[in-house]
């Protein structure tokens, strides 16, 4: 194919971005799009299988039965979204093996929150209600994204992120009306998870580096700062139910422009959980290595099914 053919097929992929349609796996799309897909889907789904970790961690420590049914549901959903995003994933040229390496290995990332410990209760609601919050504003506007395999899996992961914050919610609101107790370990909560969700909708606008193709695309309808915005307005009146108070002395409602005004973000903290930095990175990936290497006996038992099920289909087929 010569340079015009290509500028040709790129003009065709952008405009039918530009209409709404969908790129499905197997037709024509530019390198750096497909790329950039492996980079973010992939992320998503490490981001999801990481995410499990925090609150797996709770499920045998779970205060009622109830509650234990709940926490196990919600964590299984996790994994559920992991696989649905490495399928996606894969229809773009990539192996399951190379996307695991890719984590394990550090070179590909996951959302940095999932390297704070939860380390009380109260954990699991702020979890709920902020980060799966957080992660609902990031990933709504990707149920109408370009690539058909990403937005698909995206409509039913927003669903069950809905349920995930108000079980989160709900938690906290019943450590709230608890004891005095109760309600300091909410608060305690509340003060260790806000300034990592915040950090969760990316650096500020100006420093953003893939935002301007990334729009293009559809993979992003708002920016950073944007959505960041969006989740502060959203929130703050829900700790206020709650009879809890941010964490941010600088938090005041801006009467003219509609939206809460607020504290500088310790970006410095950011970019250190980032690299590799934070509280729990090595204990994340040990954890998934760990469990990637005590899996190798059912792989290969999997394997070692299937050929012979093939066998014997072959044999009766001769
Ligand atoms: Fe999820
Ligand atoms: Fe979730």
Redesign the pocket.
């Known amino acids: 194919m010569n340079e015009k053919d290509i500028k040709n097929l790129e003009e065709i992929f952008e405009q039918r971005i530009a209409r709404d349609e969908k790129i499905e796996p197997k037709d024509w799309m530019p390198e750096k799009y497909r790329q950039t897909h492996i980079r973010q889907i992939s992320q998503h789904a490490h981001s ?1 299988i990481v ?1 499990m970790l925090p609150e797996g961690n709770w499920i045998t420590r779970a205060p009622t039965l109830r509650r234990k049914v709940a926490l196990l549901a919600k964590v299984q ?2 994994a559920g ?1 992991g696989l649905y995003l490495y399928s996606a994933t894969e229809t773009l040229g990539i192996t399951r093996e190379e996307l695991y390496e890719q984590l394990h290995s550090g070179k590909a990332k996951y959302s940095s929150i999932f390297n704070y410990p939860a380390i009380t209760w109260a954990d699991m609601g702020a979890i709920g209600w902020l980060v799966d919050g957080a ?1 609902i504003i990031n990933q709504v506007a990707l149920c109408t994204t370009s690539f058909g395999p990403y937005a698909r899996a995206m409509v039913r ?1 927003c669903k ?2 809905s349920f995930h914050q108000r079980q989160g919610f709900e938690i906290l609101l019943t450590l709230c009306n608890g004891t005095e107790v109760q309600k300091a370990m909410a608060q305690d909560s509340l003060n260790r998870w806000w300034w990592p969700s915040l950090m969760m909708f990316g650096p500020p606008d100006a420093e953003s580096t893939h935002t301007e193709q990334s729009m293009k695309w559809k993979l992003k309808r708002k920016s950073n700062d944007d959505l960041r915005q969006q989740f502060i307005d959203q929130t703050i009146p829900q700790a206020e139910i709650l009879g809890i108070k941010v964490p941010d002395p600088d938090l005041k409602w801006n009467e003219k422009r509609k939206s809460y005004d607020f504290g500088e973000i310790d970006w410095e903290e950011f970019w250190q959980v980032v690299k590799g930095h934070g509280p729990c990175n090595k204990e994340r990936i040990n954890a998934r290595i760990d469990a990637w290497e005590k899996g190798v006996w059912v792989r290969d038992a999997a394997l070692a099914y299937a050929e012979k099920q093939s066998d014997k289909k072959l044999n009766k087929a001769v």
């Open positions: 999801e995410g959903d996790e979204h992660a992961i069950e992120e």
